[in-house]
């Protein structure tokens, strides 16, 4: 892998070989000054300041190509624009302690009053950063193939075909049947009490019909009359492209991730209630939010963070702090940064804890900034042109920012990897199934008990019966051989009249 030492050897042949043309072709009003450069990164400055990785590497093309030195200038700032007492690294350009600000301005009406600005030397955008959210249990998979509506067709044409088939075979059948075998006419005017049984059966046959060509088990047919065998098949076909399109989607439920991202997008975030945003104060978004003329979205924001007290931050580190995992905080910030807080949680940690929206948000474009009405201001854009040309901006975030490749789908949604490793089917993808099984068991377990308990009952009342008639029983029994006894008695001492 390169190495920056590597891109300054690049700069340097590349500034020799062109540094004629420039030079050359118009009078150069930075050969042999003495720059003061403020860089926020530099080792010099407080650790936690924000700013641009490639400045360093850009002075260095800018001293070879146009012929200066420089020299870094102290700062302990982290806000462009002064905010009451406290400076901003803007009056650095207007109390003249400053010739040269590589931080990244972004152009605004209030900062373009303020100093000069260079040329774009790149594009931007604000991204969403939150901590990678855990797996969570798939329950509701079973479920989510088909929308409830579909739940409530299926279970009203249960019940429906259901009544129909018992209808079909308990109802109108007997009465076709009538007028070919009279002897049904004597089953028929049967009371409802000499055969109970034969109906209830039916019904519960009916029932394991409908349920076994869901589940895929099948039934028997219970009638061999056309119109019931055609009602049976109708909801064989039915059941089929039930269960076809239920078990088709229901795969891709079970083994989709079950760790949602906390949100999507900056508008995802307008329209939560239960999602705070944080910022930087000096970040341009801070300008844009909290402008009392906001309009659209970034009025909701504003009220997304009025409700959050700690919605704003100085450094970038204390708003990353507050991105915990199970925590409901997103941190807005330049897409840069966000992966260079990426790429430092991974060196900490060993993994990938942090991941982006993927949306890009309030694209804008990078600057330097210079004193106002500053005689370098067109040489620098005339020097910075020279070095886009050669593309090698952007190349040298490989080279500052390399990326790890554990961490590339946490950066780029959709991002898929070159080696995809199949992993098993998880607790967590079937738990839905799972509960299912639980709760039939617990159904079935609860009904065993019942009829427990009712057959307990049932016995007692029973046993209790039978005593009562063993009871009368002997009771009869003793009255027949008192009367017996007695009839024996009169026979055999007969009473005389007197």
Known sequence: MSSPFSSRIFVVCFSILSRFSVLSSKFNPLNG????????????????????????????????????????????????????????????????????????????????????????????????????????????????PFQWPVWLGVLISMMGVITILNMLQYRLMPKVDSAIKPDRINIRNKPPESHPSRVKKGDGKQFLYVFGMLLSQGGSCTS????????????????????????????????????????????????????????????????????????????????????????RCNLISQCLSLITPGSRNTFANSRNFQLDAIKSNFEKTGKCGLQMAGDCFLSLPVNFALQKHSPYTETMNKGLLDLQQTGII????????????????????????GETKHMPISLKNLTG??????????????????????????????????????????????????DLATEICLSSNPIKPE
């Open 224 to 311: 061999k009359r056309l119109p019931f065998r055609l009602v049976a098949g109708v909801w064989t076909l039915a059941a089929f492209i039930f269960v076809q399109a239920y078990t088709s989607t229901l795969f891709t439920y079970v083994v989709a991730p079950v760790n949602y991202p906390l949100v999507d997008s900056m508008y995802g975030v307008a329209e939560s209630t239960d999602v705070n945003l944080l910022f930087r104060h000096g970040a341009t978004l801070n300008i844009f939010v909290m402008d009392p003329n906001a309009t659209g979205v970034y009025v909701k924001l504003r009220k997304n963070v009025d409700s959050f007290p700690n919605s």
């Open 33 to 144: 000054q003495h720059l003061r450069v403020i860089w926020p990164l530099w080792e010099g400055n407080p650790k936690g300041l924000s700013g641009p990785v490639k400045s360093g590497v850009i002075i260095d093309y800018l001293k070879d190509r146009l012929n200066f030195t420089y020299e870094f200038v102290r700062v302990t700032e982290n806000i462009l624009e002064p905010r009451g007492k406290d400076r901003g690294l803007i009056s650095y350009l207007l109390e003249d302690k400053c010739d040269f600000l590589m931080a990244g301005v972004t152009p605004t009406s209030g900062r373009m009053k303020l100093a000069d600005l260079t040329v774009p030397w790149m594009y931007d955008c604000y991204d969403l950063l939150f901590a990678v959210t855990e797996d969570t249990v798939n329950i509701d998979a079973v479920v989510k």
């Open 433 to 482: 199934a799972f509960v299912v099984l639980s709760v039939g068991l617990s159904i079935s377990f609860l009904a065993f008990l019942v009829e427990q308990i009712i057959s307990m009952i049932v016995k007692r009342n029973v046993g209790k019966v039978a005593e009562i008639s063993l009871d009368n029983n002997s009771n009869s029994q003793d009255l027949n051989i008192i």
């Open 394 to 417: 952007d190349h040298w975030d490989s080279w500052f920012r390399p990326m790890p490749p554990q961490c590339m789908a946490n950066v780029k949604k959709g991002y898929k990897k």
